[in-house]
């Protein structure tokens, strides 16, 4: 049964680095692309950005120059780090399996298996 | 643009059939994914590509597009589908979008 489990500090202050790790239970870890969705309070989903084997990460132009998603196969997680937060950073995060690809091409089943989510709150 | 434009709230009454609609240009290119949430809890993919339900998912539960706007259609409606929905897809650059959110509320 595929599974994800999210670790990170959930409190943080203005200017300090968010960090997040999500493990992931499956056997397919490098076939499958990994991503990382947020949720402020009260709003809706945030597509924050992706990672995977056969091609690097991919992130949001909102985002971008903030933000690393990286993979580590031999442990099978997958990280996320927001630099320079703000209290606009303050959101459930969460990690969730993204499409099966094989080489560059990729199925198109959407974020099947999430992670539980992690109330990360940004405040000085 | 990258936008995804859903309708902040809907209502249906018990067993009738409503239909949640996702607008944008990407959608002209690519498929969309329909995502369930209720208070508290992660969302559930609930249907994908041309119209696949995961495992579990009721079949009450149909998704179509044309042009610029994807649709999920929820035929039957119960007490239990009251929830936000939400719309996924890609951008020209292919990075991930999703629609503001439609709130469902089941009368």
């Known amino acids: 049964q595929v599974q994800l489990q999210q670790w990170g500090a959930r409190l943080l202050k203005p200017s300090e680095t968010l960090s997040l790790i999500c493990t992931v239970h499956?056997?397919?870890?490098?076939?499958?692309?990994w991503t990382w969705i947020r949720q402020p309070p009260g709003t809706g989903l945030q597509w924050i950005g992706e990672?995977?084997?056969?091609?690097?990460?991919r992130y949001s132009p909102s985002l971008q120059s903030r933000v690393t998603i990286s993979m580590d196969t031999s442990s099978n997680q997958f990280s996320l780090r927001l630099r320079s937060v703000t209290d606009a950073d303050t959101a459930v995060y969460y990690c969730?399996?993204?499409?099966?690809?094989?080489?560059?091409?990729?199925?198109?089943?959407?974020?099947?298996?999430w992670g539980q989510g992690a109330l990360v709150t940004v405040s000085s | 643009s990258s936008e995804l434009t859903q309708d902040p709230a809907v209502s249906v009454a018990l067993g009738q059939t409503v239909r949640i609609t996702c607008q944008g240009d990407s959608l002209r290119n690519y498929y969309t994914s329909w995502f369930q949430q209720k208070p508290g809890q992660a969302p559930l993919l609930v249907n994908f590509?041309?119209?696949n339900r995961p495992s579990g998912i009721p079949g009450r539960f149909s998704g179509s597009s044309s042009g610029n706007t994807a649709s999920l259609t929820i035929t039957g409606a119960q007490a239990e589908d009251e929830a936000d929905y939400y719309c996924y897809s890609r951008d020209r650059s292919e990075k991930g979008v999703f629609g503001g959110g439609t709130k469902l509320t089941v009368l």
């Open positions: 969730a399996r993204g499409r099966y690809c094989s080489g560059n091409r990729c199925n198109v089943r959407d974020f099947d298996y």
């Open positions: 590509g041309k119209n």
């Open positions: 499956d056997e397919s870890f490098t076939s499958y692309q």
């Open positions: 990672v995977y084997h056969g091609a690097g990460a």
